[in-house]
Structures are given as structure tokens and as C-alpha cells.
T-cell receptor, first 116, second 108 residues
């Protein structure tokens, strides 16, 4: 199947700092990538849809100025959590799919963010 | 009301047992349905798609009931390696909605 990577796999930071998470499609081009957040024992919640070369589409309740998304190339999308606070501690996962695959999303391994 | 609801479990079953669980979805116009498996602290991975006529993949059987808007998953002859959280996923216009997952623990 298609391979999606994320970096870093985990990060611990102080409150008030910004954290950048990268999502890469390794063997295919991805015009659209999805960013999710998952709190313990809860479902994955879609935060935003990242579109290559254009602005991301954010879900209701997600602050676009706090969660900055950049999709500058067909293989890379980044999510920056600005001025992170303890309540932003979560598991952040990206997903995407090759254009030829309609019925499956491929997920990155996730990034576990802990804000102290 | 949540878009996708699942019984969180946990379902604790002995090896070799059969375990089944459902999920319900709220959008009657939803187009496609899946079961994903998520291991602790890992990303979800596709287990199987769910088709209207029901489908089977080895020990796993999925059913879809559009009239009642629920999806089921049945695991036969469960193995220790089946221990995981099973996510019910509904696709609306290529946006995925996830249930919170049903945790299954298979014991020796």
C-alpha cells in the first residue's frame, strides 16, 4: 500500500512554543491531505483538509490561526501548532491517498504532542 | 448527536470465541463504510470495506443495514493478535467520520 510518513513521531515542548509536524507521501503525489487529532479514548476528529497550492479548509471549531497548515508541494503538508498549550496535547495524524485509490485512506504513523 | 457511534466495549473474549459489535451512523446519505483497526498508540489501518450485500474476509464478516443505518463486524475464531480497537468509519464526499472505537481483548 501507499506509504505516508510523519515527523516527528513524538514531541514534548513548553507551553507557548510552536511545533511543526510534517506529513509526507513517500511514493505518490497527494493533492489533498487530511489532518486529524485524537484525544485518549476518543475518535479521530478531522481538523482540516490540506490542499496543495491553496488554502486549507478547516472544520468548525478549529482555529486556523492556531493550527497553521502549509501544503507547498505534492508530497508534503505541514501542521504548525502555534503557541501550544497543555490542552493541545494530543495525537495528531495525517492521511491521504493516491489519486488512483478511492476507497482507502493511508495514515501517517502519528505524532504524539505533549505540552508541559 | 455524534455522526458515528460505537459501543466502546471492552469486549473480553477467550481465544477461539466469536465476537460481534455494531456501529450506527447519522447521515443517511453516507456513501461508503469501513472498519479500521487501531493498535495502541498507532495509526489506524484499513481492515475491510463494508458492502451493501455484506462481505467476508477470512475470519471477519461485515454487514451493512442502510435502512437502520448500522454496520456490524463479526470476528470468528478470535486470535490473540485480534486484540485492538476497531474503528467504524463512514465516508461522506471523501471526508471520513470516525467512531470512537470498540476495544476487543482476546485472552489466552
Amino acid at each position: 500500500g501507499a506509504v505516508v510518513s510523519q515527523h516527528p513521531s513524538w514531541v514534548i515542548c513548553k507551553s507557548g512554543t510552536s511545533v511543526k509536524i510534517e506529513c509526507r507521501s513517500l511514493d505518490f503525489q497527494a493533492t489533498t491531505m487530511f489532518w486529524y487529532r485524537q484525544f485518549p479514548k476518543q475518535s479521530l476528529m478531522l481538523m482540516a483538509t490540506s490542499n496543495e497550492g491553496s488554502k486549507a479548509t478547516y472544520e468548525q471549531g478549529v482555529e486556523k490561526d492556531k493550527f497553521l497548515i502549509n501544503h507547498a508541494s505534492l508530497t508534503l503538508s505541514t501542521l504548525t501548532v502555534t503557541s501550544a498549550h497543555p490542552e493541545d496535547s494530543s495525537f495528531y495524524i495525517c492521511s491521504t491517498r493516491p489519486a488512483s485509490v478511492y476507497n482507502e485512506q493511508f495514515f501517517g504513523p502519528g505524532t504524539r504532542l505533549t505540552v508541559l | 448527536r455524534k455522526e458515528v457511534e460505537q459501543d466502546p466495549g471492552p469486549f473480553n473474549v477467550p481465544e477461539g470465541a466469536t465476537v460481534a459489535f455494531n456501529c450506527t451512523y447519522s447521515n443517511s446519505a453516507s456513501q461508503s463504510f469501513f472498519w479500521y483497526r487501531q493498535d495502541c498508540r498507532k495509526e489506524p489501518k484499513l481492515l475491510m470495506s463494508v458492502y451493501s450485500s455484506g462481505n467476508e474476509d477470512g475470519r471477519f464478516t461485515a454487514q451493512l443495514n442502510r435502512a437502520s443505518q448500522y454496520i456490524s463486524l463479526l470476528i470468528r475464531d478470535s486470535k490473540l493478535s485480534d486484540s485492538a480497537t476497531y474503528l467504524c468509519v463512514v465516508n461522506d464526499d471523501y471526508k471520513l467520520s470516525f467512531g470512537a472505537g470498540t476495544t476487543v481483548t482476546v485472552r489466552a
